[in-house]
């Protein structure tokens, strides 16, 4: 898709930004400028590494517990002891009820878009839910505190008496407040809803119309056409879709501090309240920290960070592979 | 998909007489369904005195799809009995999804609508007390305007360009490598950028930020690749045969993207720029750590406390008072008309300058 | 096994939009019918009319009868898909499943149809395959997907999957165009050897092809760009080509226009 005409090689240096002549001098600095810029947002990715590794090693090296291991936050003791472990779960166990509930109902209205829903509503509908991606998390947040928590009483307590068996259920106090990790998966789930709808919806477009007629010509109903030629083409699509959503769900920050009431308990029954996350606990825990405690929140950070890069390069790497595929197949 | 499995129709057994027509159901019958489906749910949750709406909604949706298996599959057969519940399925989908969103729509402007007015959008919360009502959004919308722009002013040029670099001269290693992190970079939390602006005001400046402009900075590493990967998109679709045309006709490379290449684009760039703009509007995680929030107006991006839009919205719900959580929706309705009308101009200029095809 | 087609005052809209009108023709058992005419005479939307496809066209709506063997597939109480299972059709350009085998992609309609023993299968897929020519050259790969053949091995692959469900009818809509020569003599002799147990029906640009392969041909015309397109005449092959009854066939075949 780049141009076909030859280019000199771009020195990376940034020359004086005079270009008196329309020749080379305007052309070395021009692609000066742009070799510039991409190798600044190089720099700039090293050094977030860089930095957040600095102040992170500062702290760990002070932290007289496990830094992986360590259940409770308490930076400003002295000695220091904190770690990660109740964050990393709470981080992993909202993350994922989050996509076990957003995922399917994404690919579901994905493909009601599509396929069912009749052409001039579908694209109504991908309009509504392109504009609904762009609600800010911090709306998403108020709303969850102050309607969705109120409101997911009745299921808790419904969930807890019926389904209270299976332990992740069990309500320890019935009577306390929804603000649970359950909760806050469930405000993740609608949040990255529209994320994960958009990209599928995008992926099942471009399912080729010639695949989908050959499973009709066979007498294939719309879900059997949807089976055999939809989402085996779209599933890669899917998979990187979604892992685009659990990158947001994973680092988001503001609705998970609204709605969670944290405490640093690893609890296996995700009704109760307690827990935290790390974005949730950084914005917690900031305002009354110490220089110290700064480079602790850094340090859980880092964490974060590393994770998130973890996932989303896989997404990628789940993304190319696609296009080879579907390149071969073209 | 080797091993799917399809259901036995009749097929195994010609029909002897018709070989095409088969029982069918009436189009109306997912209707019944659905209306009968309501109907049990709510004799269900009455009855058993359910409290919550959400569970009275689950069960008529199970037992929407489950009431249209079972019709279909007594009177058309299982094939197409798992089609319907696809069907079902899919739209129970769809109503779900649709129920959370229009409720945060709905909730925000019934409680905001009624807190928004005069006084609202041109107050600060100077010598406001947070149990009190009163004061307004005044400061908190210049500490976005001036956060977002300055963000905006450092990002677009930078996307630009390195958008440019890949699509016109980037080849090889590095262009690979620009493209990944690019793509990496896309999805760092909002929190790790903040944390690493503040990291860099340790090591380099030894104090901890409080002003906009740090703010502006994370910011703009977050919206660095949002305009990078829209731009690209856009340089991509110039038809190549514009660019030999240029070059074929002597003017040099840096010119045939400046005066060719990019305007051809400008639509597609200017609308990707909007949107990146919308999204860090509503960012509130790197504010909490750089800018602290401030109660008055600052004007100045460069020196003292700030406030803005999301992070007055999470401080007024942190006060947990009457009178801050109405502030709170205020300031929500006013943040989201925002994102809206950047959103909805976005795509109005999208629209307006894409090249007309034939049809659509 | 093959069925007559009895078409009475067809007429296809795509939205507000008249594409053919009033058409009426018969389509004798176990015979090849070409379908010929200009670019956007209808002759594709009329051949997706037979089996019901046109409706899956955004907009597409169909009014008239087309009976097969005195069943009207327009009827309120048939189902499209029955409908599609009997009438199969192989398309313009070689769509196999892209994610499939080639064993699968014969299965495929098979196993829709319910039938999953593997022995009953694997006779079917042989003999399907077989059928359509192609078993010497891929009965080694059989786990290999489709996508791998040529052109012409896929388009036959098309035609081994349409066929291995035993439909009565099978439509072919422009099958060759997108072949090179020695494939589309490959799948001319195939349709020769097809007719005997299927009725076909077949879509073409190519007047040579109508010639060799078809027993009747069907000329369709329009009035203008923008007019449906019309039913010229119907006839036996041999005096279409060289004694047609309306003059505008022969301007047409002759290379006058179109």
Redesign the interface.
């Known amino acids: ?5 030859p ?1 000199t090689a ?1 020195p990376p240096t940034a020359p004086p930004r005079k270009a008196r002549t ?3 001098p ?2 070395r ?3 000066g ?10 720099v ?2 090293a ?2 590494a860089v ?2 590794t ?2 992170a090693v500062h702290a760990i090296a002070k932290d007289h517990g496990n830094f992986l291991t360590t259940f409770e936050w308490n930076a400003a003791l002295t000695p220091p002891k904190f770690g990660v472990a109740v964050l990393a779960y709470g981080t992993a166990v909202s993350s994922i009820i989050a996509m076990v509930i957003a995922v ?6 994905a ?2 878009i599509t ?3 009749p ?1 001039k509503v579908g694209g109504a ?1 991908a309009f509504v839910v ?3 991606a ?10 969850g ?4 928590v109120p ?5 808790n ?2 969930l807890d008496k019926y389904f209270g068996w299976t332990v992740i259920f069990d309500k320890s106090d019935p009577n306390s407040s929804p603000r649970s990790l359950f909760t806050v998966g469930i405000l993740l789930a ?1 949040m990255i ?2 994320i994960i ?1 958009n990209v599928s919806r995008e992926v099942i477009r471009q399912v ?1 119309r ?2 989908q ?12 056409v ?4 939809v989402l ?2 779209a599933r890669s699509g899917i998979i990187s879709a979604s892992m ?1 959503g659990l ?1 947001r769900a ?5 609705a998970v ?2 709605v969670l009431s944290a405490n640093s308990e690893l609890s296996a029954h995700l009704l109760d309240i307690g827990g935290g996350t ?2 949730q606990n ?2 917690a825990k ?1 305002g009354e920290a110490t ?1 110290f405690g ?2 602790a ?2 340090a859980s ?1 880092l964490v ?2 590393v994770i ?2 973890v ?3 896989a ?2 790497v789940i993304i190319a592979r696609r296009k080879e595929y ?1 390149g ?2 073209a | ?1 080797t091993d ?1 499995v ?1 259901d036995a129709t009749s097929s195994a057994v010609p029909a002897p007489s018709s070989l095409l027509a088969s029982r069918r159901l009436p189009r109306w019958t997912p209707l019944a369904v659905a209306v009968i489906a309501i109907g049990v749910a709510v004799g269900i949750g009455a009855g058993a005195g ?6 009275w909604g689950l069960i008529a949706l199970a037992l929407f799809v489950l009431g249209n298996y079972a019709v279909t599959a007594r009177v058309e057969g299982r ?2 009995a ?2 319907k ?3 079902s ?6 109503i ?2 649709v129920l ?2 229009y ?2 729509i709905e ?2 402007i019934k409680k905001g609508a009624g807190v928004v007015n005069g006084t609202f959008l041109t107050h600060s919360m100077n010598n406001v007390l947070t149990i009190e009502p009163g004061g307004g959004v005044y400061h908190a919308i210049i500490g976005t305007l001036e956060q977002v722009g300055i963000a905006g002013a450092i990002a677009t ?3 630009i ?2 958008a ?8 090889g290693r ?2 690979t ?2 493209t ?14 903040g ?2 602006i ?3 005001w ?2 380099l400046l030894g104090h ?1 930020p409080h002003s906009g402009f740090p703010g502006s900075l994370a910011l703009a ?1 977050l919206m ?2 949002i305009v ?1 990967r829209s731009t690209e998109e856009m340089l ?1 679709l110039v038809p ?1 045969e514009l ?2 045309a240029s ?1 074929a006709l002597g003017v ?7 005066k060719v290449v990019v305007p051809t684009a400008i639509g597609g760039i200017t609308t990707g720029v909007m ?1 990146a703009l ?2 860090i ?5 790197p504010i ?2 750089l800018v602290f929030g401030s109660n008055v107006i600052n004007t100045n991006p460069f020196s003292g406390p700030q406030s803005s839009l ?2 007055y ?2 401080e007024q ?1 942190v006060s947990g008072s009457t009178a801050s ?1 109405s502030r ?2 205020g300031a ?1 309705l006013v ?2 008309a925002f ?2 009308i950047l ?2 101009l976005a795509r109005a200029i999208a629209w307006w300058k894409a090249p007309k095809h034939s049809g659509r | 096994m093959a069925k007559r087609i009895d078409v009475s005052g067809l007429s296809a809209f795509y939205g507000n939009h008249k594409a053919i009108d009033d058409i009426s023709m018969t389509v004798e058992p176990g015979s090849v019918t070409a379908f010929i005419g200009p670019s956007g005479c209808g002759k594709s939307t009329f051949l997706r009319t037979l ?1 019901r ?1 046109h409706e ?1 066209t ?1 907009g597409g709506r169909v009014e008239g009868k087309v009976l097969l063997d005195d069943e009207n597939l327009y009827a309120a109480n048939v189902d499209p ?6 009438v ?2 192989v ?1 313009q ?1 070689p ?6 085998s080639i064993y699968d992609n014969v299965a ?2 098979l196993r ?2 319910g039938i999953r023993k593997k022995g009953e299968l694997d006779s079917i897929v042989e003999k399907s395959l077989k059928g359509a020519n192609l078993w010497n050259e891929v009965k080694d790969r059989l786990n290999k997907p489709g ?1 791998g053949l040529s052109g012409g091995q896929q388009q036959r692959l ?1 035609i081994a ?2 066929t291995a ?1 035993e439909p009565e009818v099978l439509l072919m809509d422009e099958p060759c165009s997108a072949l090179d020569p020695i494939s589309t003599l490959a799948i001319e002799d195939l349709i020769g050897e097809l007719k005997s147990r299927f009725t076909i029906v077949i879509v073409t640009h190519n007047m040579q092809q109508a010639a060799r392969v078809s027993d009747r041909t069907a000329f369709f015309n329009l009035a203008a760009v923008g007019q449906p397109g019309k039913l010229i005449e119907i006839d036996d092959t041999e005096r279409i080509f060289s004694n047609p009854s309306v003059q505008a066939t022969e301007d047409y075949i002759s290379g006058r226009f179109g």
């Open positions: 898709m780049t141009s076909t005409a280019s771009p329309v020749t080379r305007g052309d600095i021009f692609a400028m742009s070799t510039g810029s991409g190798v600044l947002l190089l700039v990715m050094a977030i930095f957040l600095v102040r399917p109902i994404a690919v579901g209205i493909l009601f396929h069912y829903a052409r509908i392109d504009l609904l762009a609600v800010p998390s911090i709306i998403y947040g108020l709303w505190a102050l309607f969705l409101h997911l009483s009745g299921l307590l419904w609608i809803l529209p709808t080729p010639m695949h007629e050959a499973a009709l010509a066979l007498g294939a109903t719309r879900w059997e949807i089976r055999m030629s085996p083409f685009l990158g994973l680092g988001e920050t503001m501090a609204t790390f974005s950084i914005v900031f220089d700064r480079d929140l850094i950070g974060l960070f998130t890069l996932v989303n390069g997404a990628r579907s071969a197949n | 998909m799917t399809m359910l409290s919550s709406h959400i569970q094939r197409q798992k089609d519940v696809a069907t399925l899919v739209w129970s989908a769809f779900l999804a959370p969103l409720s945060l909730t925000t040029p930078i996307g360009f390195t440019i670099y890949l699509v016109e001269y980037g080849k590095l262009a490598v620009v990944f992190f690019v793509d990496v970079m896309t999805g760092i939390p909002s929190i790790v950028s944390l690493f503040l990291s860099l340790f090591v901890a590493i660095t690749p990078v991509k190549n660019r030999e070059l040099p490379k840096w010119r045939t993207i400046t949107l919308a999204r509007a509503g960012e509130s995680a909490a750590l999301p992070y919205i999470y719900y959580y709170a929706w929500a943040l989201i994102v809206m959103n909805l | 089996n496809m899956v955004p898909v029955t409908v599609r299972r009997t199969g059709m398309f350009r769509n196999p499943f892209p994610t499939m495929a309609g829709l149809n996508s098309c999957r349409a469900v």
